[in-house]
């Protein structure tokens, strides 16, 4: 499920430029780093809204490790699809990092991304049991 390289940005980054990430990504949400790449925090779009849309400050100026979503909840490499969903949903979160055994990032998931990959399997069940597919 977690495609491509995995937008982050470091600790030390400001909120704009975790924006920008996000923007030139074409995602949701950043994986804050530290210095040894641990994933240290989450940094999404609703942070922007709920944290930073009306405090009249300034993103170039605001360092995300005061907006993020810290502790993280994560998966890895092995937890099943719809356990990271029950995660999600569990928890009121729409990303979720995928960490391998060091703790390494390897991915985002996204919630919008599992529920259409469970919507395709079942429009395939559903295909199957038609005689179609």
Do not use: W
Not at 34 to 63: I, Y
Not at 72 to 93: C, K, R, W
């Amino acid at each position: 499920m977690c495609e491509g390289q995995p937008a982050t940005v470091h600790l030390q980054a400001s909120v704009a430029d975790s924006i920008r990430m996000m923007l030139k990504k074409g995602v949701g949400a950043v994986a804050v780093v530290d210095g040894e790449n641990k994933v240290v925090g989450v940094f999404s779009e609703r942070d922007v809204m709920k944290k930073l849309a009306l405090s009249r400050r300034d993103p170039e100026t605001v360092p995300v490790a005061e907006l993020m979503t810290s502790p993280v909840l994560s998966a890895n490499e092995n937890t099943p699809e719809q356990e990271a969903l029950e995660i999600m949903l569990g928890h009121h979160i729409r990303h979720l990092p995928v960490l391998d055994r060091e703790g390494a990032l390897l991915g985002m998931l996204s919630i919008r991304n599992l529920l259409e990959a469970r919507m395709e399997e079942l429009y395939m069940q559903l295909e199957a049991s038609r005689g179609g597919v």
